[in-house]
């Protein structure tokens, strides 16, 4: 498999990754996302905006009878999202599609997938400090997506009962939870990601159901550092390191 100049290639855990040099890196959210992701019965999965292919992949490598669609828009990282999945052998279990996920209505029945999963951008254009490398850019603000047409995507893909995984900033949490109920789209398990302790929280995981009754279950808080630059034992358990 070629790695072009303009890219590293990396380990984490047990897969290898081509990614751009300076463009669209994976970060520790996808890591913390691929772990939250459990249930049983995901037979059939499909990604909003795959980037690399990095949480299908992971995801693949764990859930060994899972079938998974990797949708992205951008050209140049779908392209080298294929390549990830060859570089790991999955050819078979996952598909890399190019689409805008607001034309994914057009390409698949209602109710298909057993669950959905997305690391979306979560800023809006007009906020945030936009990254003079297009790929960046498009992965942190809402350039090709708001999050009103990716909830109402996953709803729509979505079997009844089935789940919804993403994980997201809590600045946005109550346009979120409001815009998942609006979908019939019910939280049930949320877990607050925070740098350290004592620090407000950073990110925020959500597990929704489709159709589901009102419960919520709000897991105990992850942290990423213990003291200065060291990562607690769950993460490192997390990331597989020492």
Same mark, same amino acid.
């Given at each position: 498999?070629?790695?072009?100049? &303009?890219?590293?290639?990396?380990?984490?855990?047990?897969?290898?990754?081509?990614?751009?040099?300076?463009?669209?890196? +994976?970060?520790?959210?996808?890591?913390?996302?691929? &772990?939250?992701?459990?249930?049983?019965?995901?037979?059939?999965?499909?990604?909003?905006?795959?980037?690399?292919?990095?949480?299908?992949?992971?995801?693949?490598?764990?859930?060994?009878?899972?079938?998974?669609?990797?949708?992205?828009?951008?050209?140049?990282?779908?392209?080298?999202?294929?390549? &990830?999945?060859?570089?790991?052998?999955?050819?078979?279990?996952?598909?890399?599609?190019?689409?805008?996920?607001?034309?994914?209505?057009?390409?698949?029945?209602?109710?298909?997938?057993?669950?959905?999963?997305?690391?979306?951008?979560?800023?809006?254009?007009?906020?945030?400090?936009?990254?003079?490398?297009?790929?960046?850019?498009?992965?942190?603000?809402?350039?090709?997506?708001?999050?009103?047409?990716?909830?109402?995507?996953?709803?729509?893909?979505?079997?009844?009962?089935?789940? +919804?995984?993403?994980?997201?900033?809590?600045?946005?949490?109550?346009?979120?939870?409001?815009?998942?109920?609006?979908?019939?789209?019910?939280?049930?398990?949320?877990?607050?990601?925070?740098?350290?302790?004592?620090?407000?929280?950073?990110?925020?995981?959500?597990?929704?159901?489709?159709?589901?009754?009102?419960?919520?279950?709000?897991?105990?808080?992850?942290?990423?550092?213990?003291?200065?630059?060291?990562?607690?034992?769950?993460?490192?358990?997390?990331?597989?390191?020492?």
């Amino acid at each position: 498999m070629k790695q072009e100049q &303009n890219e590293t290639l990396d380990s984490i855990k047990d897969i290898k990754l081509f990614q751009a040099k300076n463009g669209y890196r +994976f970060s520790v959210d996808a890591l913390l996302l691929e &772990n939250f992701i459990s249930a049983k019965r995901l037979e059939k999965g499909i990604e909003l905006g795959t980037g690399s292919g990095i949480i299908s992949i992971l995801l693949a490598k764990r859930l060994k009878s899972t079938k998974i669609i990797a949708v992205e828009i951008q050209s140049n990282l779908a392209e080298r999202a294929i390549r &990830n999945v060859s570089l790991n052998s999955l050819d078979e279990r996952i598909e890399i599609l190019q689409k805008d996920i607001k034309d994914l209505k057009k390409i698949y029945p209602a109710n298909k997938f057993d669950f959905v999963f997305s690391n979306p951008p979560f800023r809006k254009t007009t906020t945030g400090r936009l990254s003079i490398y297009e790929e960046r850019a498009v992965a942190r603000h809402e350039v090709e997506i708001t999050l009103p047409d990716l909830i109402r995507t996953a709803s729509y893909l979505i079997k009844h009962s089935g789940k +919804f995984f993403l994980i997201y900033h809590p600045f946005r949490l109550a346009e979120l939870i409001s815009l998942l109920q609006k979908a019939k789209l019910e939280p049930k398990r949320m877990r607050f990601v925070h740098s350290k302790m004592g620090e407000e929280a950073k990110m925020v995981l959500i597990e929704a159901v489709k159709g589901s009754g009102t419960w919520l279950k709000i897991a105990h808080p992850l942290f990423i550092y213990e003291k200065g630059s060291e990562y607690t034992s769950e993460l490192k358990k997390i990331l597989s390191v020492p």
